[in-house]
């Protein structure tokens, strides 16, 4: 297992991240119970069909309890897909309070220093480089003109 280091902060889960892994894997494994406890309930069932002896036939009493908790299991899961869509729901409108109250600041931010860096930006544009660059052209085009003199006095 890879552990977390100043030089690799991609590492580090976000404890958004975290929480989300963990409440997923809480989900699943109370859905994996609940799904464990209805076939345990199943087998019972069918145990004790085989044993009434009010039912006319043992498979009749079978099918009639697997009826039945095919009912159960259908309302489990709509009940399941209600909480989950409730749950959907307020995880949605975390997200837009979570949009609204802590991305926008920062775009706003992030937008104030964009506008600093560029005004910095062209301070330094206008009041150094450009006179460094016209001051560097002259000494060049002087330094090529001493030459030139010095070429043609050499020649004389």
């Known amino acids: 297992m890879k552990e977390a280091s100043a030089e690799n902060p991609e590492a580090v889960p976000a404890p958004a991240e975290a929480r989300l892994k963990r409440n997923l894997i809480l989900s699943l494994v109370i859905v994996g119970v609940l799904m464990l406890g209805m076939i345990a309930l199943l087998v019972v069932l069918a145990v004790d069909a085989y044993r009434s002896p009010v039912q006319p036939s043992p498979g009749a009493a079978v099918v009639s309890l697997l009826r039945d908790a095919a009912i159960i299991l259908v ?3 709509t009940l399941l897909i209600g ?7 307020i995880q949605v409108q975390a997200l837009v309070s979570l949009l609204r109250d802590e991305i926008r600041p920062m775009l706003e931010t992030l937008n104030d220093t964009l506008a600093t860096v560029r005004g ?7 009041h150094v480089v450009s006179p460094t660059i016209q001051a560097a052209s002259f000494m060049a085009g002087v330094q090529r003109v001493l030459k030139e003199m010095a070429g043609f006095l050499r020649k004389r």
């Open 120 to 126: 910095t930006t062209r301070f330094v544009s206008h």
């Open 83 to 89: 909480i989950l869509l409730i749950v959907l729901t």
């Open 75 to 77: 309302a489990f899961e």
